[in-house]
């Protein structure tokens, strides 16, 4: 699939898209942030990945002050065209607390039986 055709595809009619950050060597998911059309185009532009802060209402580029940089490796867009998942060689945390991913905390969930 060509660049042209990953950005004709994702459908930005209803403003900003989640956009799914994976590891692209341990599958970990890294971060959950938002793209609109130019967010993408800067992406693809520059191999690195850029959002939209729905909280600054400005453009960012993940590790332009951290130096944790995104190296974009592959995009894939959802079936419905309206999730954005990127691939990237992660430098350093992806969350901003310093941790690797995002998704730190967890809740090891156990499953009971029908009984319980």
């Known amino acids: 699939m060509k660049v ?15 956009a799914i950050v994976q590891d692209l060597e341990s599958s970990e998911v890294l ?7 130019k967010a993408l185009e800067k ?27 995104q190296y974009v490796e592959e995009i894939g867009v959802d079936c419905d065209g309206d999730t954005i998942l990127l691939k990237v060689r992660q430098i350093g945390a992806a969350c901003h607390t310093g941790n690797k991913s995002c998704f730190y905390r967890k809740y090891d969930f156990i499953r009971r039986g029908n009984n319980d």
Do not use: C, Q
């Open 4 to 18: 042209d055709d990953i950005i004709d595809i994702v459908d930005f009619s209803k403003g900003l898209v989640p």
């Open 43 to 69: 992406t693809i532009e520059t191999g690195t990945s850029w959002f939209w802060s729905r909280s600054r209402k400005s453009y960012w580029n993940k590790g332009e002050t951290s130096g944790h940089f």
């Open 31 to 37: 971060m959950l942030a938002y793209m609109d059309k």
